[in-house]
């Protein structure tokens, strides 16, 4: 079974993040994205592209005290939209063009992050192995969270009615992209 952790957007770096930010020299304005017990997830905010935040990632294991910078994201990558009728695509981890979100698969020494820009969201599944090889979910409106039991990415897309307006498909993925159910919501109307 999975361990995931999710980011904590504007949290307060407390005292025992920020000392070991400052013990790491990682940058002052570090946060810690998303942390399990044998993975902490750091991120900074580098600068900003295009409207989107240009950020970079790093891991740090603390049972071996071993830190490695990840990545650093390229708002100017060539990156595309992927919806629910698409498979899970195999790309290149510097075409990631921003991170909002970080959630960690411990067992699997997997993350999932994922970033917006003005129009869609776009999720990748990082496997922290030589490589960094790196999948692209087929949703393009986000990760919702993981389900609480088998502990398993669901996002959602969004497709269009033939007369115009849109509606929402959930989907249910493991951690190697594999889309396991999905169901829309098309013509679903609130009570």
Not at 55 to 84: A, F, I, Q
Not at 108 to 136: F, H
């Amino acid at each position: 079974m999975a361990t995931f952790a999710c980011v904590r957007a504007n949290t307060p770096v407390d005292k025992t993040s920020s000392s070991l930010i400052q013990s790491l020299n990682l940058p002052t304005t570090a946060r810690v994205a998303a942390e399990s017990y044998n993975l902490i997830v750091f991120a900074n905010v580098d600068s900003t592209y295009n409207e989107m935040d240009v950020v970079t990632l790093w891991t740090y294991k603390p049972k071996d005290k071993t830190l490695m910078k990840l990545l650093t994201t390229n708002p100017g990558s060539d990156y595309e939209c992927l919806g629910y009728e698409d498979k899970a695509q195999r790309v290149s981890f510097t075409s990631i063009p921003t991170i909002s979100n970080v959630y960690i698969n411990a067992e699997e020494d997997k993350i999932l992050v994922e970033g917006c820009d003005d129009r869609n969201c776009y999720s990748y599944i990082i496997t922290l192995t030589d490589g960094l090889p790196t999948i692209q979910l087929p949703c393009n409106a986000g990760v919702l969270g993981m389900s609480s039991e088998e502990e398993l990415p669901i996002a959602q897309s969004y497709t269009y009615y033939k007369g115009g307006g849109r509606y929402n498909i959930i989907s249910v993925f493991d951690w190697n992209g594999k889309c396991l159910k999905h169901f829309s919501l098309k013509s679903m109307e609130s009570q």
